[in-house]
């Protein structure tokens, strides 16, 4: 493997209590080199200081606001052949960015993987309101931003993420890939361990609904103008 640069971006907002073990599973890596980029949607807590306590993290404070504009903001500041995602509450295995770049090297037609994943309930919380707790039994596919790897050039494909959407815009994205032909690979490894607790928005939100929908509809319109 000729180890080119992957750049990971973790989009936080008040993100103190979590970040220094996310952070932690990006720097144990054994995949090298990476670039991390803690974009900060203007924290008022301890996030900032944090990110900057570690000289391998390029902090980039955001001006606009939302996890989409976020990402965008990270995918501008990328600089790496591959693009990854991590949030701030959630941990990569040792082996996350190796498995899935090395996929990748060894499959170019192949434009972003994903892997499983495992949830895991934070201890002290109880399940929250629209989690199913069947899922924190064994693993399931996670087609999700923190089991995302691309390269860099599917963004100018596929576009950036959309700002109007608050929850649904990684759904929104991993759609419009499909309908442009990006081919995907799921990795069997579990290689992201994502945390359940009561303020996960994606699990609390009460437009998360309304939004998953809108993203399948848009998607539906797409391929009726082909």
Not at 48 to 58: E, F
Not at 92 to 113: D, F, N, R, V
Not at 176 to 188: E, S, T
Request: glycine share 6%; with cysteine.
């Amino acid at each position: 493997m000729s180890n080119p640069l992957a750049s990971v971006v973790i989009a936080v907002r008040n993100g103190e209590r979590f970040l220094a073990d996310a952070l932690q599973s990006v720097l144990a890596q054994d995949y090298k080199p990476t670039e991390i980029i803690v974009v900060d949607g203007q924290s008022t807590d301890r996030t900032a200081d944090i990110a900057k306590s570690h000289d391998s993290v390029r902090y980039v404070l955001q001006e606009g606001q939302g996890i989409a504009d976020a990402y965008n903001v990270g995918v501008a500041s990328a600089r790496g052949e591959f693009v990854s995602f991590l949030s701030h509450d959630d941990l990569w295995t040792p082996g996350k960015l190796s498995e899935q770049i090395a996929y990748m090297e060894e499959h170019p037609e192949i434009g972003y993987t994903v892997a499983r994943l495992r949830f895991f309930l934070e201890p002290g919380c109880d399940v929250p309101a629209g989690f199913r707790p069947e899922l924190l039994i064994g693993d399931h596919v996670g087609r999700v931003m923190e089991t995302l790897v691309a390269r860099r050039d599917v963004f100018d494909t596929v576009g950036g993420f959309d700002t109007t959407l608050h929850i649904a815009n990684d759904v929104d994205w991993f759609a419009r890939a499909n309908d442009k032909g990006i081919r995907i690979a799921v990795l069997p490894q579990v290689l992201l361990h994502k945390r359940v607790h009561k303020t996960n928005l994606s699990v609390s939100s009460p437009v998360n609904t309304r939004e998953l929908l809108q993203a399948l509809r848009n998607s539906a319109r797409r391929k009726m103008d082909l």
